[in-house]
């Protein structure tokens, strides 16, 4: 009887435990605001966390501009160190995994206009389809 109620305690306890787990994960619209945010702090070490070990950046539709971390350090690690862009978000909408931004970077001074397309999976961007405006 004590061993049943002992695993019958076990069970509720990891199942209230995973249930805030579930709850804990950022949405794919959350990890998106926040990279914004942690994008224009120039914070690249939490930046950079927010995104898999095997993103792929692509231009849109499929143009593959690159794969892996090491492609997202390459491009972002030198721009938040002089802190040269800052981002700003015209307007945003969610569709499941997808977060679509309408967005104005600024680099150095120069604006550029895109629509950015993100795939979040477990809290993590997977890729991104930047729509530059020429």
Do not use: C, W
């Amino acid at each position: 009887m004590k061993l049943r109620l002992l695993l019958l305690s076990m069970l509720v306890f990891i199942n209230i435990a995973f249930g805030q787990d579930e709850k804990a994960q950022k949405s794919p619209l959350e990890v998106v605001n926040k990279r914004m945010k942690l994008y224009n702090q120039h914070d690249f070490d939490q930046f950079i966390k927010l995104y898999a070990k095997d993103v792929k950046v692509y231009t849109y539709p499929d143009k593959l501009l690159g794969d892996g971390i090491e492609n997202i350090i390459s491009i972002f690690k030198p721009k938040f160190e002089t802190k040269s862009i800052s981002v700003k978000i015209i307007n945003q909408i969610e569709n499941g995994s997808h977060v679509v931004n309408h967005e104005i970077v600024t680099e150095n001074g120069l604006l550029t206009k895109y629509v950015s397309i993100y795939q979040v999976e477990n809290g993590l961007i997977k890729s991104v389809r930047f729509v530059r405006d020429n």
